[in-house]
Antibody, heavy 119, light 111 residues
């Protein structure tokens, strides 16, 4: 069974940092691009960024709204991807999903983890 | 950025009847590699998104064949041949041809 499990969400003050994890199983993680997507409460989906596989030099790309503040990384030995989030603002409050898969990069989705930025 | 526009915003449907959702992109989604990276996702209430269709018309593993995708260039359509109760939710188109990836605003399908 394919699983993507996000963790690390929680309440953080504006200007703070948080690191999310995405643990994968049931598919060949190392062959997969991993994306992060977020969804504010009652709103639509927003792409955050992605990291490619080793053969593509672990290339990353980010949305303009997070570039320079967020960093995506991965540890293929642990089948885990990460989203390091710095300089958080209230606008970053959302459920954060990781998604991956060798076919399209968005084959499988986790259940999400809630990040709340508030004082 | 490529803007993805979905219509309608909301679609009341009747069980057993067909439903159709349109998605229009602000520029062509044909990639330089010749593929068109237009995907459709379903998000049931309280659930994460789920991939239904990739590259315009390819059903992902486990997706019922009542779902179909079509289109080309800038105009795309998701069709449900006979709506079932489990199809209630919000449907999103997603372009992955160009960075940043962008989603349509979503279409709510309700009975």
């Amino acid at each position: 069974e394919v699983q993507l499990v996000e963790s690390g969400g929680g309440l953080v003050q504006p200007g703070g940092s948080l690191k999310l994890s995405c643990a994968a199983s049931g598919f060949t993680f190392s062959d997969s691009t991993i994306h992060w997507v977020r969804q504010a409460s009652g709103k639509g989906l927003e792409w955050v960024g992605r990291i490619r596989r080793e053969a593509k030099n672990y290339a990353t790309a980010y949305a303009a709204s997070v570039k320079g503040r967020f960093t995506i990384s991965r540890d293929d030995s642990k089948s885990t991807a990460y989203l390091q989030m710095n300089s958080l603002t209230t606008e970053d409050t959302a459920v954060y999903y990781c998604t991956g898969g060798a076919a399209t990069g968005i084959d499988y989705w986790g259940q999400g983890t809630l990040v709340t930025v508030s004082s | 950025d490529i803007v993805m526009t979905q219509t309608p915003l909301s679609s009341p449907v009747t069980l057993g009847q067909p439903a159709s959702i349109s998605c229009r992109s602000s520029q062509s989604l044909v990639h330089s590699d010749g593929n068109t990276y237009l995907n459709w996702l379903q998000q049931r209430p309280g659930q994460p998104p789920r991939l239904l269709i990739y590259k315009i018309s390819n059903r992902f593993s486990g997706v019922p064949d009542r779902f179909s995708g079509s289109g080309a260039g800038t105009d795309f359509t998701l069709k449900i041949s006979r709506v079932e109760a489990e199809d209630v939710g919000v449907y999103y188109c997603l372009q992955a041809t160009q960075f940043p990836l962008t989603f349509g605003g979503g279409t709510k399908v309700e009975i």
